[in-house]
C-alpha cells in the first residue's frame, strides 16, 4: 500500500503558473498526474518512468513539465501559461508492481482553477 500526499493546487489568472507535488510513502515504479474538470472523463496529463522520457498530453506539451524525485519518491508538475481550460481536479497517480502486476494508486486531488 502506498499513500500520496498532493499540494500546491489553486486560484490562478490565465498565463499564470503553479506547481503542484505529490509525495509518496514508498519507492514506485512509475508516478504521473491525471485531471478530472466537471462533467468530463479523468484524462492523463502527464506521467514519468525513472530513468525514461516524461509523457505529456498534446494539450499541455510545452507548457507542463514533470519531474521526480526518487529520493524522496516525490513528483512535480509544473504548469506554465495556464489556461482556463486546464481547471481540474489534478490527481495524482502512482504505478507499482505487485506479483507481476501493475497497480494503481490515487491520490485525493488537488484543484486547479485558472480564471480571471
Partial sequence: QVQLVESGGGLVHPGGSLRLSCAASGSTYAMGWYRQAPGKQRERVATIISGAMPNYADSVKGRFTISRDNAKNTVYLQMNNLKPEDTA??????????????????GQGT????SS
Fill in 111 to 114: 484543484q486547479v482553477t485558472v
Fill in 89 to 106: 481536479v489534478y490527481l495524482c497517480n502512482a504505478r507499482l508492481w505487485r506479483l507481476g502486476t501493475l497497480i494503481d494508486y490515487w
